[in-house]
Structure formats: C-alpha cells, structure tokens
C-alpha cells in the first residue's frame, strides 16, 4: 500500500533543523557526564540556544530523553544475542554484563536508563529501575542463566531476578567506582557473578523475589 500524503512528515527550516541537531548534541554529552537530571537550561546553554527553542523542540525532559536514547537497547540487545550464540553458557554470561557495563561506567545517561524506568523511552517506560533496562533484557537474563543451569555451570537455586536484583544497585555505584578507578567494577561484576556459579552453591536461606509470603518467609516455612 502506498504511504497516505494527508500527514506528510514536517519538515524543519534549515535554521530550526540546525538548532535541533545542537540540542540534541548538547544534550547527548551533558547526560552522558552529569546522568539525566541535568538542569535542561545546562543543555540550552551548550548548544547556544534559549530555553524557549529547547522547549519550542522538546516540550519535556522525557521528550529529549526519547529522543536521544532512541536507539538505546540496540547495543543491548546485539550483546544479548552475541551471548546467547557463545558455545560456553557461563562465558557468554560473563560478556553480556561485562558489555552493559563497559556501556554504563561510559555514560551517566545510560547508567541512568539501566537503573530506573524513565517515561516515553520504549523498552523501559514501566520496569522497576533497580530490575534492568526493559522485559527484553530480563528475558535475555534469564536465558543466559537457563543455558548456564543447563550446562552445569551456574547454581540451581537462582533466576533472573536474583541476579538482576543485585546488578541494578551495582550499577548506580558506578560512577563512584569508576572515579576510583575506571575498571575497579570489574573487580564487583566478578565478586558477584562467582556467588552464581554451581561449584560455589551454599543452601539459599530465602527464596527470590516475588516467592515470599506477606511476612517474608518461605511458602513452606
């Protein structure tokens, strides 16, 4: 079917467009230093408009953060896969959250959609923030962790939500870790995937998250 002609898209004069790509430049370098909180007249200043062109542009934060962490999950998610095709499970484990944090300890902005739902960005918008980035990412979790079971490699007793429960809070660390030294977290992501690992396995005294009665104890207790 051909596109219909009632909506054509809009198309920006050559000083507005210019503007724009200002903004949005300005703006990918101030969340990558400072997070997403960033004082949006910061980025005006940058790209050496007014608040009101900002905002004639992006209405909201929200917008400005859709906008520049629209491709986002695309790394994300090319890891993901990357992981789940390595013939070694715990291997491919390993890569894919060494890969989000090599993203994370780079960019303020990033470390920011990882660890907490921010509104209007696709693939984020509605998940628990300390949980990860989006479903996505929680399924690619728990499949790595099902290979890694599987082959004998990783702990019985644990699923995605174990290990996601404790990658978020490592991730909002980041950047007083990395301010120590740029690859201490590693140093964290490898104290906290070896407690996974099968040959290491203690009895849990609780269950995950989301199998706890109202009074925190066991189903069975």
């Known amino acids: 079917m051909a596109p219909s002609s009632a909506n054509?898209?809009?198309?920006?004069?050559?000083?507005?467009?210019?503007?724009?790509?200002?903004?949005?430049?300005?703006?990918?370098?101030?969340?990558?230093?400072?997070?997403l909180d960033v004082p949006l007249d910061r980025i005006a200043k940058e790209a050496g408009v007014g608040n009101a062109t900002l905002y004639r542009h992006f209405p909201t934060r929200d917008a400005l953060i859709a906008e520049v962490f629209a491709d986002a999950g695309v790394g994300l998610a090319a890891a993901g896969q990357e992981a789940l095709a390595a013939e070694?499970?715990?291997?491919?484990?390993?890569r894919y959250f060494e890969r989000i944090l090599e993203l994370v300890a780079a960019d303020r902005?990033?470390?920011?959609?990882?660890?907490?739902?921010?509104?209007?960005?696709?693939?984020v918008s509605g998940v628990p923030g300390a949980i990860g980035i989006g479903r996505g990412h929680a399924a690619t979790v728990g499949a790595l962790i099902a290979r890694a079971q599987e082959q004998g490699a990783m702990r019985r007793d644990v699923d995605a939500r174990d290990l996601l429960s404790l990658f978020g809070p490592l991730c909002q660390a980041l950047p007083a870790i990395t301010a120590?030294?740029?690859?201490?977290?590693?140093r964290y992501?490898?104290?906290?995937?070896?407690?996974f690992r099968a040959r290491?396995?203690?009895?849990?005294?609780?269950?995950?998250?989301?199998?706890?009665?109202?009074?925190?104890?066991?189903?069975?207790?």
């Open 109 to 123: 902005g990033i470390n920011d959609l990882v660890t907490r739902a921010v509104p209007g960005v696709p693939g």
């Open 200 to 221: 290491a396995a203690r009895p849990l005294p609780v269950p995950p998250i989301g199998e706890q009665c109202p009074d925190g104890t066991a189903p069975d207790a």
């Open 180 to 186: 120590l030294h740029p690859d201490l977290w590693r």
């Open 189 to 195: 992501l490898a104290l906290l995937l070896e407690g």
């Open 8 to 35: 054509p898209p809009v198309r920006l004069r050559r000083d507005a467009q210019r503007n724009r790509d200002l903004l949005l430049a300005a703006a990918r370098d101030s969340f990558a230093r400072y997070g």
């Open 88 to 94: 070694d499970a715990w291997t491919g484990l390993e």
